[in-house]
């Protein structure tokens, strides 16, 4: 490989949550390890991999100007999103008009929400469900309803369409969101999954948020499928809102982008993004972006993916034949796992608190799925280099589900 997704870095005292946040926040993050155990960071949703070096080029070079004024966005900027999606995605007809920043995909959702839904509204989500959407929206005063996706026969996870419409309908919801590629479950909808959905959706007039923060790191023999590309109805009822922040590891720079092709919805969206004032970009964050969608960052991810999918495959694998009484279902995108342990906790007289903490005390600081609507599950980051997933595995395996606690 051209870039190097096998180093170990040292996180600490470099602005990481996901190493220097363990213990801070009583019921979200994990608890320290125990003494002899190092931490292998596998629940706050970012990287252990250095992002692309046309990044830190582009923002260095910026930075050695000594002037940060006021600005707007520049035609690099669009352009480099332009070109993105279409290579990327195969987006047509993209313009800069239908491009506008976002400060955070959760702040995208927020705006379109109070732009067509007022607080004390209902509003439609998929569980499991994404914390940071729970949390944001409950936080503004409205009331979520969930569709709870299904397990096939096969283990993969389907959406339930006459569940979607007897929800809407019921409730009169008329703003749903939708998470392509979803977290934390993993799913890539097929373009039939996609069309089926937005039939729901346009049949109860419902405005769609599609989060596709998810959209490039889509694992091998899956493709992501733009929700506003399947129609031109599609197109037109719905937010679509990116970030290179969850590809390239820049959550911390912030910078998310919205495509909204609708001049009506992408009004009223604007209007009321731009009315708190919190709403304008940074401009390193701006030539992040930029020097992300560049070559190289094409480059670049097509190596993550085959990271990743190396790393899923593994420890799906390692899973079904050692963890016996814990599933998963196998994620077609993002990189992350979220693991179901109810028969292993049933069987063992365990409760899930107490396994996190057993997984916790050998540095295998996972998440607790239960903020994610999953009962008794886990929910586990692979966007570390092979060699740590085999320790973190390791550890699983003799401390945690075949061993005896520390």
Not at 86 to 113: D, F, P
Not at 182 to 203: D, F, L, Q, S, T
Not at 240 to 256: I, M, Q, R
Request: hydrophobic share 35%; net charge negative.
């Amino acid at each position: 490989m051209t870039y190097d997704f096998t180093s170990i870095m040292d996180r600490h005292g470099k602005d990481a949550i996901a190493v220097d946040g363990l213990g801070t926040d009583l019921g979200f993050a994990p608890d320290p390890p125990r003494d002899g155990f190092d931490v292998i960071p596998m629940w706050v949703a970012d990287m252990n991999f250095p992002t692309v070096p046309t990044v830190p080029q582009a923002i260095i070079e910026r930075a050695q100007h000594p002037v940060y004024g006021y600005f707007s966005p520049t035609d690099d900027y669009y352009n480099s999103i332009i070109d993105w999606q279409s290579t990327r995605n195969g987006v047509t007809g993209l313009t800069s008009e239908a491009i506008g920043y976002e400060n955070g995909v959760l702040g995208g959702v927020i705006s379109t929400l109070t732009a067509f839904a007022a607080p004390g509204d209902s509003v439609l989500l998929h569980s499991p469900t994404y914390i940071g959407f729970t949390m944001c929206i409950e936080n503004n005063g409205y009331r979520i309803v969930h569709s709870p996706l299904k397990l096939d026969e096969h283990g993969v996870w389907r959406m339930d369409y006459e569940d979607m419409d007897a929800k809407l309908k019921a409730n009169k919801i008329h703003v749903a969101v939708f998470c392509s590629p979803h977290n934390p479950c993993g799913r890539v909808w097929e373009r039939w999954e996609i069309e089926k959905a937005m039939e729901v959706y346009k049949a109860n007039d419902c405005i769609v948020i599609s989060d596709e923060i998810w959209s490039d790191i889509i694992l091998e023999g899956h493709k992501h499928i733009p929700t506003q590309s399947v129609s031109e109805d599609a197109r037109m009822r719905t937010v679509a809102v990116y970030a290179p922040s969850k590809t390239f590891n820049l959550a911390g720079l912030v910078g998310s982008y919205h495509i909204i092709y609708n001049p009506t919805i992408r009004d009223r969206v604007v209007a009321k993004s731009s009315k708190p004032h919190y709403n304008d970009m940074n401009v390193l964050s701006m030539h992040a972006l930029i020097g992300a969608y560049k070559p190289e960052g094409y480059e670049w991810v097509d190596e993550l993916r085959e990271t990743i999918t190396g790393n899923v495959d593994y420890a799906c694998d390692y899973i079904t034949k050692h963890f016996e009484g814990v599933t998963v279902s196998k994620p077609q995108g993002t990189y992350m796992l979220f693991v179901d342990c109810t028969e292993w906790c049933e069987k063992h007289g365990k409760t899930i608190q107490e396994l996190e903490k057993a997984c916790w005390n050998v540095g295998v600081a996972i998440q607790d799925g239960r903020m994610f609507h999953g009962p008794c599950s886990i929910r586990m980051n692979l966007a570390l280099p092979l060699s740590r997933v085999k320790e973190a595995f390791d550890r699983l395996d003799k401390h945690v589900f075949n061993g005896e606690w520390v």
